[in-house]
T-cell receptor
Framework: DAKTTQPTSMDCAEGRAANLPCNHSTISGNEYVYWYRQIHSQGPQYIIHGLKNNETNEMASLIITEDRKSSTLILPHATLRDTAVYYCIVRPYNTDKLIFGTGTRLQVFP | GAGVSQSPSNKVTEKGKDVELRCDPISGHTALYWYRQSLGQGLEFLIYFQGNSAPDKSGLPSDRFSAERTGGSVSTLTIQRTQQEDSAVYLC??????????????FGSGTQLSVL
């Protein structure tokens, strides 16, 4: 199974872009990259996912490198409500379960 | 309801007692997952149900843990002879189907289990 590596924690000023990196150097060609976040005392929330192309939705953008060995989640204008733990997950092609790592704790400050 | 519902939201029990945790997935979702999260830790996969297929039980930590899903909808996670190390938040999630955009998991708010 492809593993992911994320920084333990990051800070970001309110209103600035938050760029959260993720390394997945052993990813296979048909494995998707998913991002979820968990705000304190809540269940995780889906943010975005992608395979090869960059993706954007109302919450964030996902930039995947051409070799697919890493990706970056971008929150274009971080707010205090974006303070959460962000999980980068690679879903193995032969299973439906998502294995969560320890994630990146993002602190947005005023 | 519109989301995944879990009950109870909090459960306090004594060591050695059995507990049952319930999950009502989103209507029409064929996949159901159980995770647990100890204080300050990440999510630990426990078990996964998909339609009528045999469940993936590979994450259950011991034979004291079991889960069933009746009629392809409601699921119950049972912990027998609870131990203090079972104290955690137990999270349930559901999704539509396998692959692509249907793989979004929707999580409930969890059950906080405290074993005294």
């Amino acid at each position: 199974d492809a593993k992911t590596t994320q920084p333990t924690s990051m800070d970001c000023a309110e209103g600035r872009a938050a760029n959260l990196p993720c390394n997945h150097s052993t990813i296979s060609g048909n494995e998707y990259v998913y991002w979820y976040r968990q705000i304190h005392s809540q269940g995780p929330q889906y943010i975005i996912h992608g395979l090869k192309n960059n993706e954007t939705n109302e919450m964030a953008s996902l930039i995947i490198t051409e070799d697919r060995k890493s990706s970056t989640l971008i929150l274009p204008h971080a707010t205090l409500r974006d303070t959460a733990v962000y999980y980068c997950i690679v879903r193995p092609y032969n299973t439906d379960k998502l294995i969560f790592g320890t994630g990146t704790r993002l602190q947005v400050f005023p | 309801g519109a989301g995944v519902s879990q009950s109870p939201s909090n459960k306090v029990t004594e060591k050695g007692k059995d507990v049952e945790l319930r999950c009502d997935p989103i209507s029409g979702h064929t996949a159901l997952y159980w995770y647990r999260q100890s204080l300050g830790q990440g999510l630990e996969f426990l078990i996964y149900f998909q339609g009528n297929s045999a469940p993936d039980k590979s994450g259950l930590p011991s034979d004291r843990f079991s889960a069933e899903r009746t009629g392809g909808s409601v699921s119950t996670l049972t912990i027998q002879r609870t131990q203090q190390e079972d104290s955690a938040v137990y999270l349930c999630a559901s999704s539509l189907a396998r692959g692509g955009t249907n793989e979004k998991l929707f999580f409930g708010s969890g059950t906080q289990l405290s074993v005294l």
